[in-house]
């Protein structure tokens, strides 16, 4: 198994040998917010939720529990990674069907636990948007202290700003 055809997604490594892609578009109308691991020691795709099970009291094993916190399928969003497992998601547009929605959220996937969490950030949110790049800025300690967002647009404006995150 490996991820179906798209575009519009985030790449990310993490662990030193495994890619981590987020999201994307197959059509106008198929959307992902699905997550994929390839491990480049094996060249081998993964999904680390598909294999989540639970055992409830009696001894039943339920597969693919629901995954909390999932930010929406969406594409052309950033994705950065702080420290060593934590994926920092921040907008995109996308949404169900041929709607275009664009965001201004931050969910955060912890690559330890695999638990989506959403970010409630302080000071002035940047407007939604799509098409913008997000860097993460690192200290003189090797860790990443701020994520800087900057440029792209919605479908009213293009952005010519930038925004920075401290992630402290």
């Not at 040998?17 to 198929?30: E, Q």
């Not at 440029?151 to 995150?165: K, P, R, T, V």
Request: hydrophobic share 35%; net charge negative.
């Amino acid at each position: 198994r490996w991820p179906e055809p798209r575009s519009h997604h985030t790449a990310v490594v993490f662990d030193k040998t495994k890619i981590l892609l987020f999201g994307g578009f197959r059509s106008s109308s198929i959307r992902y917010n699905d997550v994929w691991i390839l491990d480049t020691t094996t060249d081998e795709w993964s999904q680390p939720h598909v294999g989540i099970t639970e055992t409830k009291a009696d001894g039943e094993v339920v597969f693919k529990r629901n995954w909390a916190d999932v930010p929406l399928p969406r594409g052309a969003h950033s994705a950065c990674l702080v420290g060593e497992t934590q994926l920092y998601v921040f907008g995109g547009y996308g949404g169900s069907g041929f709607a275009r929605r664009d965001f201004n959220d931050i969910t955060i996937l912890d690559l330890g636990t695999w638990e989506w969490r959403p970010l409630e950030c302080t000071g002035e949110l940047p407007p939604a948007r799509s098409g913008h790049q997000g860097v993460c800025c690192i200290d003189a300690s090797s860790k990443c202290e701020s994520i800087y967002v900057v440029g792209g647009w919605n479908s009213m404006e293009q952005f010519n700003d930038m925004y920075i995150l401290n992630t402290v």
